[in-house]
């Protein structure tokens, strides 16, 4: 009996939480120009150029969600999520009879080992079996702007 009561108190907390960061997002006040300022006889006046807006960051799912939602109506279908593999299938299915066999699915893999056994003997060594090794790309590291700490060695 605890379990439910326990697990319906960590729901409901659940969705008060999402509530709340969702109202927090939603309630965003505009930003307005600052008003001019009030001329005095004599002075030039002083222009003041509004800020420059700032492009809104999407977030990492609003991109992967916008790539996949072709028609633009805020909703991905079964057909819009299943592009991508059937471009992936068509690209394997050389010879476009809608079938994929042995052959075919594993021609990039078979392309990759004749191209590592540089030898031809139809195995690989330790150094051809590296040379298969997915090439991943290195994280982009964040752009620091720190002020320079310099040290007093008085």
Known sequence: MWRFLAGGLAALLMVAAGWLLFSGRATTDPVLPPAPPARVAGQQPVIVEPPVP?????????????????????????????????????????????RLSFEEWGAKTLTKFVTADGDKS???DRAE??????????????KCVCPAVTEDND
């Open 122 to 124: 139809g195995a690989m």
């Open 54 to 98: 700032e492009a809104t960051e999407r977030t990492r799912e609003e991109k992967r969600f916008d790539r996949y939602d072709k028609d633009h109506d805020g909703r991905i279908t079964r057909d819009e999520y299943l592009v991508a593999r059937r471009k992936a299938f068509a690209k394997l299915d050389t010879n476009g009879d809608g």
């Open 129 to 142: 079996f590296a040379t298969t090794a997915v090439k991943r790309k290195a994280k982009a590291r964040p």
